[in-house]
């Protein structure tokens, strides 16, 4: 397996924090429906963020996020091919 640098560790970890942020962002904007479900910028930002805490995951062997933030960009990309 490929070692991965300080520098790429870093980017990494800034990418899966950036996770937290747009997912969190994307329920708010929802429940507070300034924002339907299916629009783009909620889907974008769950996209995303899933992605950036699939990420950091998969670098850590962590499975469990790996397997939940897979499963919400599936849920995510369904929810925005079928509106």
Same mark, same amino acid.
Do not use: C
């Given at each position: ?34 924002? =339907?479900?299916?629009?783009?910028? *909620? &889907?974008?930002? +769950?996209?995303?963020?899933? $992605?950036?805490?699939? /990420?950091?995951?998969? =670098?850590?062997?962590?499975?469990? *996020? &790996?397997?939940? +933030?897979?499963?919400?960009? $599936?849920?995510?990309? /369904? ?5």
């Amino acid at each position: 397996m490929k070692t991965i640098s300080k520098r790429q560790s870093f980017l990494i970890e800034a990418f899966g924090w950036y996770g937290v942020v747009a997912i969190v962002s994307a329920y708010t904007l929802v429940s507070f429906e300034l924002y =339907k479900p299916f629009e783009i910028l *909620p &889907v974008f930002l +769950n996209i995303s963020g899933s $992605a950036g805490i699939l /990420l950091d995951a998969w =670098k850590d062997r962590n499975w469990q *996020p &790996v397997a939940i +933030n897979t499963i919400w960009i $599936a849920i995510a990309v /369904l929810t925005f091919l079928g509106n």
